[in-house]
Nanobody, 117 residues
Framework: QVQLVESGGGLVQPGGSLRLSCAAS????????MGWFRQAPGKERELVAR???????NYADSVKGRFTISIDNAKNTVHLELNNLKPEDTAVYYC???????????WGKGTLVTVSS
């Protein structure tokens, strides 16, 4: 089992920035990928960004150039820097963990990001 603890989120004005973090713990004994999904009211959950244990991140088109994902392998922690935030970025952001070559997803409880003036 893998447990995920998220931090960050909150209320920010348009054009502002936030940083989300997610620490994984538990039986982590092989390579994995971590990422962030988000779900806005009335919409389906969508991928925001994902990064493998060793490699570069990939991003949804809607956040390219504004969000940056990074991973601290020693701490099994993933960070998401959100810059130039827009009202349409408002959503609950969920941390995701998946071992490589597995189809089992682990999820955090979610953290709310609200972009509003």
């Amino acid at each position: 089992q893998v447990q995920l603890v998220e931090s960050g989120g909150g209320l920010v004005q348009p054009g502002g920035s936030l940083r989300l973090s997610c620490a994984a713990s538990g039986s982590i004994f092989r390579m994995y990928a971590m990422g962030w999904f988000r779900q806005a009211p009335g919409k389906e959950r969508e991928l925001v960004a994902r990064i493998p244990y060793a490699g570069s991140g990939n991003y949804a088109d809607s956040v390219k150039g504004r969000f940056t994902i990074s991973i601290d392998n020693a701490k099994n922690t993933v960070h998401l820097e959100l810059n130039n935030l827009k009202p349409e970025d408002t959503a609950v952001y969920y941390c995701n963990f998946r071992f490589l070559h597995s189809d089992i997803d682990y999820w955090g409880k979610g953290t709310l990001v609200t972009v509003s003036s």
